[in-house]
């Protein structure tokens, strides 16, 4: 039986490309581009890269980039994309709790949730982030952005399900502080006019959680900043207004 993730991402590639959240890509790849130094030689995998739209802008700008995703729909629109963008990417469709990339990569980015927060347990979310790790060389740096559960706990479980909801969120929520996830339902029209009704399964983290599976994983530097769409920035502090967080990761130098 297909997940919900897998259900939703099927024959939803132009819709998800008119959603709101997927509207910062430029100024994202520009955050990336710094965080890179600029160096065109950097080797780049976006994890649950969808619609392949900061693949795209990153290979646009001279960068080599593989994406990988689970949903064949949304690949095939990346492909397509890129073809009429005139560049070269390595796409290709895998599961990111098993990928066989070994030291591969300077930068791993997993953005817009690409995956993480996703999955149905915590096993299979840290599994991503080891094999996100397993890709990346030495001297890597991995840039993700994972939900922000300061934001429901600060505010009341009422206000959060009631007066929260932006455009991009979803109904019918049920937020569980035992486990930090949500649980909720939305209804979509597909690419091929199909309604459907998605059940959603959501893991919300702590920034001490996130900082402790990336120490297990022999992270160095770990730093989390607050995330907005579009306005990616050290700068931004993670507060309890932050819907999700932006992570970057560095591992330890080589002894």
């Known amino acids: ?85 005139k560049v070269e990417i390595n796409f290709r469709q895998a599961d990111a709790r098993q990928l066989q990339f070994k030291q591969e990569f300077d930068l791993v980015i997993m953005l817009c949730e690409g995956g993480f927060s996703l999955m149905e347990t915590d096993e299979m979310n840290f599994a991503i982030l080891t094999s996100a790790t397993q890709a990346l060389n030495a001297e890597g740096k991995f840039i993700f952005n994972a939900l922000n559960v300061l934001f429901p706990l600060y505010h009341s479980v009422k206000d959060f399900i009631n007066n929260n909801l932006v455009e991009g969120q979803s109904q019918n929520n049920s937020f569980d502080l035992m486990t930090f996830r949500d649980h909720s339902t939305f209804d979509i029209t597909d690419d091929t006019g199909k309604q459907k009704t998605v059940i959603c399964n959501e893991r919300y983290y702590a920034p001490s959680e996130i900082t402790w599976l990336l120490k297990t994983l022999n992270y160095a530097k770990i730093d989390i900043y607050g995330c907005q769409i579009g306005d990616f920035k050290r700068a931004k502090r993670l507060t309890t207004e932050d819907f999700e967080m932006l992570v970057i990761a560095e591992k330890a130098k080589s002894q």
């Open 1 to 85: 039986m297909a997940q919900w993730y897998e259900e939703l991402f099927t024959n939803y590639a132009k819709t998800y490309d008119k959603e709101v959240f997927t509207q910062g890509t430029i100024q994202e790849v520009d955050f990336i581009e710094q965080e890179l130094n600029y160096a065109k030689n950097k080797r780049i995998l976006d994890i649950g890269c969808g619609t392949g739209r900061h693949a795209i802008e990153l290979a646009k700008r001279g960068y080599t980039v593989t994406g990988i995703d689970l949903s064949e729909s949304q690949l095939n629109c990346a492909k397509q994309k890129a073809n009429a963008e």
